[in-house]
């Protein structure tokens, strides 16, 4: 790797940061940027790096003080209130002390703060007192793993690096690390940083400049390293999977994976590096060493899940997966026993599910609770994949025993850093919505959003449907309702896209009207086609994704008050809709024992751009009613609105005793009213 520092860049930082903080700290922020912005350096949040400068106390004394990463900050788009200020003095002075527990530590830093509303700053805060340097740089980069990640890795980083870089030996990050690490410093100060056994590379320098490209040539002489000895064996016999095969995969691998409340959304990853890997003959072995850094453990779990399910379909997959899910878990939970015993100590066990699973000719599929989750995972394993490729290129790839993994896995600093999973009903729930681009669909994509679900958005609709899922972040896809082919291809996007699928909203309809004995058979097909058969189409797709996942879901269709109480000049839409309503009881009945729930929701006079503002006027008139009276014409005397209609939508979905139902929306209609 080249450096990027530039001179220009370094003072416009400095200007632009003038009214914000000192130059160090505008310089930090840059250099900071510079390694963050690189995933070969550092990838979703890992790494850290610190300045010591000065700051003006709340007396308005100047002192010296440790600017460095706060937890929660990435360093490619750090700010300067993501490294905040300790005081340095007393800091450093903990350095005399015999030992510090974890929780010690974090209250030491803690008090220590200039600003006590700042984020705790890193895990890694005393390693950066301890030592004397103005600017240090800490990354976990690929190359350097791959050295580090040795039986001999001592003798082959003396190799390289020669008495440049100091070696300290694998201590887990905390107090006693920080110490070691100043020890190794002090028997040679004119090191220019120092390799982490297992862990990674600190550098440092009297600038920001001097400390980063120092951190850049030695990843660079890493990188040559590995080049050099570069090769890999692949047996390419292997033809690989045909795609349809994640589409039946995921859906069960899935629904086994997820147990009682806990369900994963997955991401596969095939890309050529992937599927090298996965096709190596010596995969079973190179894929149960372990983690490329410890700090992964918290994200990828200490080994990944080889399935090798070949062509394999239907039930004899699914016992496949079963068997090796069930000696996965088993070997976890003995995993944490035999460390609880080891230790004398009691941990509340992790689940013990996978979250990275290796198929042969297929490539790799991450889970998460989250699809972020899902991605930190796939993006570390797959930087995982590269640092063992060159580590055994090298010599031997070698991690950390499982008493060391087993520390950092369960150490409350590094579970922190995944924050508490807000208890939302619908997490890890995948959600398919039609129509979704406005009105009811939008409402009831938003909701769903709200309760914690994955979303999948169709519309016909390109422009609002795209505005819609970037405000959600979710995936989106523009459909025509009447093309049978594309509605079922959309249901396995969303299983590609996400690994399955829970729940089904099937909301998008049209609004024809015409006289019955006059309208064509022509004009009634296509208001059959997109009120009644696609949402047919679209369930009965959803429906074998659902039973291939066996953890039950939920159909959810939007009929309307048309159903039960038809109004002359309607004819083309309440066919159509008093069908959808028997379509949603046949669901009922045929997937009930697969715990399926089907329901609808009956709403009516929701201002939306399905009837045209004209159309409003004229029903109104010919009630002798203004347009907001008009909307209000029910029991209730209340207007009902779209987010109305997408809470009852939420409310079904949550509802895990109730199938066959109709909600009515409708601020009351007794002529309406379905019994
Ligand atoms: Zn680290």
């Given at each position: 790797m080249d450096s990027k520092w530039?001179?220009?860049?370094?003072?416009?930082?400095?200007?632009?940061?003038?009214?914000?903080?000192?130059a160090d700290l505008a310089l930090r922020v840059y250099s900071s940027r510079l390694i963050g912005s690189d995933p070969t350096l550092v990838l979703h949040g890992?790494?850290?790096?610190?300045?010591?400068?000065?700051?003006n106390d709340d007396l308005g004394r100047e002192i010296s003080v440790l600017c460095v990463k706060g937890s929660g900050w990435n360093l490619g788009d750090i700010e300067p209130e993501g490294l905040p200020a300790v005081r340095l003095e007393t800091l450093r002075a903990l350095r005399g002390l015999d030992k510090l527990s974890d929780e010690d530590m974090v209250n030491a830093q803690r008090t220590r703060m200039l600003d006590a509303s700042a984020p705790n700053p890193s895990v890694e805060t005393l390693l950066h007192a301890f030592l004397p340097h103005k600017f240090i740089d800490h990354s976990h980069a690929d190359a350097i793993l791959s050295l580090v990640d040795q039986l001999d890795a001592e003798q082959i980083c003396r190799q390289q690096y020669g008495k440049r870089l100091g070696i300290v030996p694998y201590v887990m990050p905390g107090f006693a690390l920080s110490k070691l690490a100043a020890e190794v410093y002090d028997k040679d100060p004119e090191v220019e940083g120092l390799l982490l056994l297992r862990h990674g590379l600190f550098t440092f320098g009297n600038s920001a400049r001097e400390s980063y490209e120092r951190h850049v040539r030695a990843v660079s002489e890493a990188e040559e390293y590995c080049a050099r000895r570069r090769y890999w064996s692949t047996r390419k016999s292997q033809l690989p999977l045909p795609a349809p095969a994640y589409e039946r995969l995921a859906p069960t691998l899935r629904g086994l994976l997820g147990e009682g409340e806990r369900r994963y959304v997955l991401e596969l990853r095939s890309s050529p590096n992937v599927v090298d890997f996965v096709n190596d003959s010596q995969l079973?072995?190179?894929?149960?060493?372990?983690?490329?850094?410890?700090?992964?453990?918290?994200?990828?779990?200490?080994?990944?899940?080889?399935?090798?399910?070949?062509?394999?379909?239907?039930?004899?997959?699914?016992?496949?997966?079963?068997s090796q899910l069930i000696d996965y878990r088993k070997n976890y939970n003995e995993y944490v026993s035999r460390q609880m015993q080891e230790k004398g100590l009691v941990v509340q066990p992790l689940d013990p599910d996978p979250r990275i699973i290796l198929v042969p000719r297929l490539g790799m599929i991450a889970a998460g609770p989250t699809p972020k989750a899902a991605a930190i995972a796939a993006d570390i394993y797959e930087h995982t994949i590269e640092v063992i490729?060159?580590?055994?290129?090298?010599?031997?790839?070698?991690?950390?025993?499982?008493?060391?993994?087993?520390?950092?896995?369960?150490?409350?600093?590094?579970?922190?850093?995944?924050?508490?999973?807000?208890?939302?009903?619908?997490?890890?729930?995948?959600?398919?919505?039609?129509?979704?681009?406005?009105?009811?669909?939008?409402?009831?994509?938003?909701?769903?959003?709200?309760?914690?679900a994955v979303l999948y958005l169709v519309d016909r609709e390109a422009g609002p449907l795209r505005a819609l899922a970037s405000e959600l972040r979710c995936r989106c896809e523009v459909i025509d309702l009447t093309d049978e082919q594309a509605v079922r291809q959309s249901v396995r996007h969303a299983v590609q896209c996400h690994g399955g699928l829970d729940g089904v909203v099937s909301n998008a309809g049209i609004a024809p009207q015409g006289a019955i004995d006059e309208v064509s058979t022509a004009e009634l097909e296509h208001s059959f086609a997109i009120n009644l058969y696609a949402h047919h189409w679209l369930a009965s797709e959803a429906a074998s994704v659902m039973k291939a996942q066996a953890s039950g879901g939920f159909l959810l269709f939007n009929a309307s008050k048309a159903a039960f109480n038809p109004g002359a000049g309607f004819g083309p839409y309440a066919l159509p809709k008093a069908a959808l309503i028997a379509l949603m009881k046949q669901y009922a009945l045929e997937l009930g024992s697969w715990g399926i729930r089907s329901n609808a929701v009956n709403a009516d006079r929701v201002r939306t751009e399905l009837l045209d503002s004209e159309e409003v006027r004229a029903r109104a008139q010919a009630r002798g009613l203004d347009v907001d009276s008009y909307y209000r014409s029910n029991l209730l005397q209340r207007e009902v609105s779209s987010r109305d209609v997408a809470g009852a939508f939420v409310q079904l979905a949550l509802a895990p005793s109730t199938s066959s139902a109709v909600l009515t929306v409708d601020g009351g209609n007794i002529a309406a009213s379905p019994r």
């Open positions: 530039s001179d220009e860049e370094a003072a416009a930082f400095v200007e632009r940061y003038a009214d914000r903080c000192n890992g790494g850290n790096t610190s300045v010591k400068t000065t700051a079973e072995e190179l894929s149960q060493i372990g983690c490329a850094t410890p700090d992964h453990v918290i994200r990828t779990k200490r080994f990944p899940l080889l399935l090798r399910v070949g062509d394999q379909q239907g039930a004899a997959l699914r016992e496949h997966i079963a490729r060159n580590a055994e290129a090298i010599d031997r790839y070698q991690a950390l025993p499982e008493g060391d993994i087993f520390d950092m896995e369960y150490w409350s600093l590094e579970q922190a850093k995944l924050g508490k999973q807000k208890p939302l009903p619908l997490v890890g729930q995948v959600v398919y919505i039609s129509g979704a681009a406005r009105g009811i669909g939008r409402a009831t994509a938003q909701a769903f959003a709200a309760q914690g």
